[in-house]
């Protein structure tokens, strides 16, 4: 069973900065494509970045709000998936979920980790 | 950008009911298409993929079609377990999600 558990979600003021973790377990984590999608609160879903399998040489890519201040990366030793955000607007305030891709589409999420970016 | 939006925002429906979500493109995305069921405090839960594909073990009452720019999902006879919010996203160039159809159990 594929199981996605994020961390590191938590309060930071605007500026700041946070990295988010997600284990993952009940696959070969170095396969497939993985995603960041986040919600706002009471709001619809954004994807946030993305990044490919090392055979893809690990290409990343970023939602256009996001692009230059967070860096979606994965440590596949680790099984883990990780999103670094630099200096963070209150607009960022979210749940953040990491995802798994067959092959394009997104299939399955995990929890998710609450983000919120307050004075 | 693929823009995409779904209609209607929020639809009231009797169990047993035959229910329909649409979702339009801005622009051409083929089959590129998933449906996601989300529940309150939940995350979301793939449904369909490739416009009508439907994921294993995904009740058989819920069906997507459509291809290129106008897509829906139905539900042939709304359960109880059906009250969710619904969304559409496109894999055709990056992800985009429509804004979501609310479900509600009259």
């Known amino acids: 069973e594929v199981q996605l558990v994020e961390s590191g979600g938590g309060l930071v003021k605007p500026g700041g900065s946070l990295r988010l973790s997600c284990a993952a377990s009940?696959?070969?984590?170095?396969?497939?494509?993985m995603s960041w999608v986040r919600q706002a609160p009471g709001k619809g879903l954004e994807w946030v970045a993305r990044?490919?399998?090392?055979?893809?040489?690990?290409?990343?890519d970023y939602a256009a709000p996001v692009k230059g201040r967070f860096t979606i990366s994965r440590d596949d030793s680790k099984d883990t998936l990780y999103l670094q955000m630099n200096s963070l607007k209150t607009e960022d305030t979210a749940m953040y979920y990491c995802?798994?891709?067959?092959?394009?589409?997104?299939?399955?999420w995990g929890q998710g980790t609450l983000v919120t970016v307050s004075s | 950008d693929i823009q995409m939006t779904q209609s209607p925002s929020t639809l009231s429906a009797s169990v047993g009911d035959r229910v329909t979500i649409t979702c339009r493109a801005s622009?051409?995305?083929?089959?590129?298409l998933a449906w996601y069921q989300q529940k309150p405090g939940k995350a979301p839960n793939l449904l369909i993929y490739?416009?009508?594909s439907l994921k294993s073990g995904v009740p058989s009452r819920f069906s997507g079609s459509g291809s290129g720019t106008e897509f829906t999902l139905t539900i042939s006879s709304l359960q109880p377990d059906d009250s969710a919010t619904y969304y559409c996203?496109?894999?055709?160039?990056?992800?985009?999600f429509g804004q979501g159809t609310k479900v509600e159990i009259k």
């Open positions: 995802t798994t891709h067959r092959y394009t589409w997104i299939e399955n």
């Open positions: 009940g696959f070969t984590f170095e396969n497939p494509w």
């Open positions: 490739d416009a009508s």
């Open positions: 622009q051409s995305i083929s089959k590129w």
């Open positions: 990044i490919k399998s090392k055979d893809e040489i690990g290409t990343t």
């Open positions: 996203q496109q894999y055709s160039s990056y992800y985009s």
